[in-house]
């Protein structure tokens, strides 16, 4: 791999000094790298348009953190480049460099020293009461959460057709293997090997004895409809993806959840195994924990 294509976190690296360093780095190794910044203020909200990535690029480096990759790869998906991410905050679980393994990392890549893991993502299609259908991508997660009043919402769950079960809860979250180590986990989930192929369903704050999440396959159709508990009440909640792309979802209406047609591709250069991350990130959280 030659052609490379760089996207950086404008808040991660200010002053661009690990940017202008890999690009130059990459050019005089004889290959080709374009980039694209994301605006201090727009980080939370910047999403890519793919028609920014040249049609060649070969791979994907993402300057930031996993919240960055993970933006990246849902909004390139159509476009089935590999990503790397390149930590430079806090450990994460997806980027496997960080700026002082960059330049090794790009060297390995061009070597062909890599492999590619198939990342299961979701999309969530909603049809609102005005007959418009909305249709979005995850690789983390789909959340359904109440918004405005502390009242909680009411949730019916269907899976293949058939009724699951009802949620009075703060809301509900529908992830990826990818996205168990995220608001899935928090809120009471397993966490589960990336690589692996299944949906987890987790409630938020259930007013309920079964908090428990549900594991599914991931050729499961999931359907989920917002009910309206009081007359008086104006019952809604926001689904997010990914943790933006927020809708509104009103008393009556349903959003449907399935695993993407495409994946997302994250390329892997070194040996150490999710297992291994993990336990890293637990010792990272057991020493905060002591002190």
Known sequence: MNKFFIITNGFKDKELKITNQLTDYIIKKGASASRFITSLDEIEKASIDPKLI?????????????????????DLVTLKVPLIGVNMGTLGYLCELNEHTVFDGVDKIMEGKYEVEER????????TKEDVLVGKAALNDVVIHRVG???????KVHVNGEYLTTYDADGIIIS??????????????????????LMLITPISPHTLNTKSIVISP???????????HMENEDAAVVSFDGDNVITLEAGEVIEISKAP??????KIGKQSFLQILQKKMQ???????T
């Open 54 to 74: 040249d049609i060649d690029t070969q791979v994907i480096i993402v300057l930031g953190g996993d919240g960055t990759l993970i933006r990246a790869a849902r």
């Open 120 to 127: 299961l993502m979701l999309q969530g299609v909603m049809k």
């Open 149 to 155: 009043s502390l009242q909680m919402i009411r949730m």
């Open 176 to 197: 990826t293997p990818t996205g168990s180590t995220g608001y899935s986990m928090s809120a009471g989930g397993p966490i589960v090997d990336p690589k692996a192929s």
């Open 219 to 229: 050729d499961d159709h999931i359907t989920i409809e917002i009910v309206k508990r």
């Open 262 to 267: 495409k994946t997302a591709e994250i390329l």
């Open 284 to 290: 990272v959280y057991d020493e905060l924990n002591i």
